[in-house]
């Protein structure tokens, strides 16, 4: 009887457990990082940290009750394809915590020829599901590796009343005509990066250029630098410019060129 009774203690026990395991969602987060021109970042490290509301308690595993102790770490491969299993945000408390990801590479690809160490972060991103991918949310960011990269030759039309370009960008032709448009530069980029910026046909008004977080523009009108046109949505020659190429220096852009 006394056997029975501590087989049955056991079992309860063990199907506690089992439903606890259940309660709470693991989600294996995937990704494969390249460069803007499709250079892998092989062999990089990738972080991932929690990010708790401002001013709330350490998360936990809501299931549990254990701490959510991060950061976390993985090796990217050769080809620059990683794996983490993660708890879904929906499983830890306190509510709207987020992940972040930084992806660091040293020492990347040497000078002259490389861009040598790279390192960027992801925004605040919601884990969730059984599976999911991060490839498009992270290629977005990714610096260049080689100065190939850095000169490339992507072009992105820029509409609405703002436009924030990536490091994928590198010829930006705005069509926005009607509302003074604002278009902003990353400041993750690869040293040496450059951006142009045109007005294309259609634009009337002034495009305001501004920088991200803290970096700066050399030339300023008013804390940005303002790309003004004529009427008739042709680029103009005056002071201001109607086509504007800066550059990167991991600090602020430089203007290097305009028309």
Known sequence: MRRKSIFG??????????SVA???????????????????????????QIVPVAGGVSPYVTATAAPLIAPFYTKLDAKGTFLISLVANASVTPDSTYWQFTIS?????????????????????????????????????????TKECVGGMSVATASGASYVAT?????????????????SLPNTCAVGKTFTIKIGVGGSVPINITAVGSAAIDAWSGAQYQLGSVASGVPTTTATGGSVTLRWDGTQYWIVGQI
């Not at 203690?9 to 457990?17: D, E, M, P």
């Open 9 to 18: 203690v056991l079992l309860l026990t063990l199907c506690l457990c089992v």
């Open 22 to 48: 259940h309660s709470q969602t693991i989600t294996a987060v995937s990704g494969t990082i390249v460069d803007p021109a499709g250079t892998p970042y092989a062999n990089a490290t990738l972080k991932a």
């Open 105 to 145: 590479i040293a020492p990347g690809v040497p000078l002259p020829f490389g861009t040598g160490n790279q390192s960027f972060s992801s925004g605040n991103i919601t884990v969730s599901g059984a599976t999911q991918s991060l490839t498009a949310t992270l290629n977005a960011l990714a610096p260049c590796l």
């Open 167 to 183: 490091c994928n960008n590198n010829t930006i032709v705005s069509t926005y005509g009607s509302t003074n448009q604002t278009i």
